[in-house]
């Protein structure tokens, strides 16, 4: 399992209008990705700086990739008018032998 880690910062003001894009206009579109199984949003309990990360789980790197490639660019600009900066994107392996009880769920 392959995950790509998002870092970004959501306008203060913005976050449950964000919150809304991304479950009706950007989660439809992952879930329409091969290799694509959840996004796991973290958000601050007090919302008092806006620092959100947002880890999507793929079934392989070339999955991750492909939708970096092909699609991502149109999540991004969805995307751009709630934050304000860049978003930081990251690589990682999941390895799965550490939590195989939230694999079993997840393939559950």
């Not at 009706?24 to 694509?36: A, C, R, S, W, Y």
């Not at 793929?58 to 995307?79: H, N």
């Not at 709630?82 to 990251?90: C, K, M």
């Amino acid at each position: 399992m392959f995950a790509r880690i998002l870092h970004c910062e959501v306008k203060l003001e913005k976050k449950e209008e964000f919150v809304k894009v991304v479950k009706n206009e950007v989660l439809p579109i992952l879930k329409k990705q091969t290799g694509f199984l959840e996004i796991l949003p973290f958000f601050p309990e007090k919302m008092r700086e806006e620092k959100v990360f947002n880890i999507s789980l793929w079934a392989t790197k070339l999955d991750a990739e492909r939708y970096e490639r092909e699609v991502y660019p149109r999540v991004s600009a969805i995307l751009k008018p709630f934050l304000t900066a860049p978003v930081e994107v990251n690589y990682y392996n999941l390895e799965t032998t550490l939590c195989e009880h939230f694999v079993e769920t997840l393939a559950a």
